[in-house]
């Protein structure tokens, strides 16, 4: 694969159609300015600010883009929230469409076939594998991913954390809570 994408690139360079430089300039920002941490700002507003939350349901790409995180292929945002009935997953079984807006580039398990095929016919068993046991009777709904629509999992805010401010809040919230394979963490100091 390291070989097939370098010599698409040589090609593509000899060309003309692309500039290397601008390519190691688009994956220096995913890998080192665009991560998880956008997607953990969104939600910890959403957690503290209830008209946050109402707008990141009713137009996520809309509330997303005010904090000036935008798609670069303009694709549509569609927030999903967990709550006492429904724990949330998204996937992508064709390829690996994912948020890179909010989350950054895709670990590599999104991408594996094993991934894709199971988190839509085993899902509760996929979640046991990421360490994850839900309440018994908790509805599991998955979300398949295109290239038009990418999906942001909003986890349940954790018991204990009235008193946080949205920096504190946005800490607990993990890249894989916001895929739906893990959960937000606890506060530190809560047993
Ligand atoms: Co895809």
Redesign the pocket.
């Given at each position: 694969m390291e070989a097939r994408v370098r010599a698409l690139e040589t090609i593509l360079t000899q060309k003309g159609l692309i500039d290397p430089k601008a390519i190691d300039a688009i994956v220096e920002t995913y890998e080192t300015k665009i991560g998880p941490r956008n997607g953990a700002r969104v939600v910890a507003k959403a957690w503290a600010e209830p008209d946050f939350a109402d707008w990141l349901k009713r137009d996520a790409t809309a509330a997303i883009a005010s904090l000036g995180y935008t798609g670069r292929q303009g694709e549509h945002m569609r927030a999903v929230f967990n709550d006492a009935e429904t724990h949330n997953l998204v996937v992508?079984t064709?390829?690996?469409?994912?948020p890179w807006s909010v989350l950054g580039l895709p670990p590599v398990w999104y991408k594996a076939p094993a991934y894709r095929s199971r988190a839509v016919i085993d899902p509760r068993g996929v979640l046991a594998e990421f360490g994850v046991t839900l309440p018994a009777g908790r509805k599991i709904r998955v979300w398949d991913?295109?290239?038009e629509l990418r999906y942001l999992v909003v986890p349940e805010r954790p018991a204990g954390t009235d008193g946080l401010d949205q920096e504190a809040l946005a800490d607990l919230v993990t890249r894989d809570a916001m895929i739906g394979t893990g959960l937000a963490l606890e506060p530190e100091g809560r047993a």
């Open positions: 992508c064709l390829c690996s469409c994912y991913s295109t290239a």
